[in-house]
């Protein structure tokens, strides 16, 4: 499954951005628009936050794999 993952990303990031920084800022952009709804929705529906505390986006670099993760 990791293996398909990695080649969908592949080709997403290079057949639709040309430019891997474009990529990861749009990927951000779109994390903070699904918090922002989140957000908003929550005002209505408080129980879809549940237990989740401050909603944030996290970027982790790991320059000893070359990766880095957005959670």
């Known amino acids: 499954m990791d293996a398909l993952v990695t ?11 040309s430019h891997k920084e474009v990529f990861l800022r749009e990927l951000v952009s779109n994390a903070s628009y699904a918090l ?9 529906e408080p129980s ?3 237990d989740a505390g401050e909603l944030q986006i996290r970027i982790k670099p790991d320059p000893d794999n070359g990766t ?3 959670m």
Do not use: A, C, E, P
Request: proline share 0%; aromatic share 8%; charged share 20%.
């Open 36 to 44: 922002d709804k989140l957000r908003f929705l929550s005002v209505t």
């Open 7 to 17: 080649r969908l990303m592949d080709l997403v990031v290079h057949s639709l951005y």
């Open 68 to 70: 880095i993760s957005i």
């Open 48 to 50: 879809l936050l549940g």
